[in-house]
């Protein structure tokens, strides 16, 4: 019997072995481990017929199970660690950077130069105090015009010839019926800059479009003044155009009192760049402030002519016309 058991013994390492060396993978050479030492595996299995053994046979065939077991383990360690040095090397060549290669062009996207001059200018406001506020484009006459002291015969209602709808509403001439929502809701101090996309029925040409973008800014506090204003303006067109002479003259808005044309001199002339005023009382009282108690000031500008100026654009309508030649300038 001795005989026999040794025979079985040295038969199961050279099947094991045999086995082990052809494992391809990890979870196959896991199964083979479990096969042959596992609690249930066929090493098992044999040994347990020691027990009919004489005391003198127990000893011999130990040594020759000893001997079988770490054979296979060592089989087992070897397979193993050959199976995942190959995994590793795989992982290795399949995420290899080839910097030889070309790189795949991916094309940098680009700020358009409207939303250019937007960010630019909100940046200086939010930087003075000021919270930007957004809008309604369609709008009701009320918050367009009368609110801002625009009655229905008032001859200032000629200077925006509006684009109206069918329900009687309109589409907004200006950002300052912003202003009027905003003081409708919030008490004073306020300080705000609305930007947005304003319509006018106007001849498309070279420097006019009937789709434009502006930005307007109030401030609503007691004791502003003209001087408040003035340096605000210089503080604003100093960061977006430099260090250049700025004047201010008389002019006529009916949500302002007095009110002024802002002026640049830009290369050698004298360009028209924002319009501002001291907010009328009559506005005041329209959103139920006391005029005797507040003043404040507004002012606002087109984002388009800002960036004709800036980038010495010739024709407004390049702005809208997603030319790419023209866009990757910027």
Known sequence: MTSNLEAQLLALRQEGEQAIAAAD?????????????????????????MGQMSAEERPKIGAI???????????????????????????????????????????????????????????????????VAQGLEMETDYYNF????????????????TFYLPDGNLLRTHTSSVQIRYMEKEEPPIHIVAPGRVYRRDNVDATHSAVFHQIELLAIDEGLTFTDLKGTIKVFLQAMFGDLPIRFRASY??????????????????????GCGMVD????????????????FAAGFGVERFAMVLHQIDDIRRLYASDLRFLRQF
């Open 281 to 296: 009382p009559n506005v005041m009282k329209s959103v139920g402030y006391d005029p005797e108690i507040y003043t404040g």
């Open 253 to 274: 808005f009916p949500f302002t009192e007095p009110s002024a044309e802002v002026d640049l001199q830009w290369n050698g002339r004298w360009l028209e760049v924002m």
């Open 65 to 131: 199970a000893n001997t079988v077991k770490e054979a296979l383990q060592a089989s087992l360690d070897k397979q193993r660690e050959s199976l995942e040095s190959a995994q590793i090397q795989a992982q290795l060549d399949a995420e290899t950077l080839d910097v030889s290669m070309p790189g795949i062009y991916k094309p940098q996207g680009r700020i358009h130069p409207l939303n250019g001059i937007i960010d630019r200018a909100l940046d200086v406001f939010v930087g003075l105090g000021y919270t």
């Open 25 to 49: 993978t990890l979870e196959r050479l896991e199964e083979l481990r479990v096969s042959y030492l596992g609690k249930k595996g066929q090493l098992g299995a044999l040994l347990r017929s």
């Open 146 to 161: 009368e609110a801002l002291n625009t009655p229905p015969d008032h001859p200032a209602r000629d200077m925006q010839d």
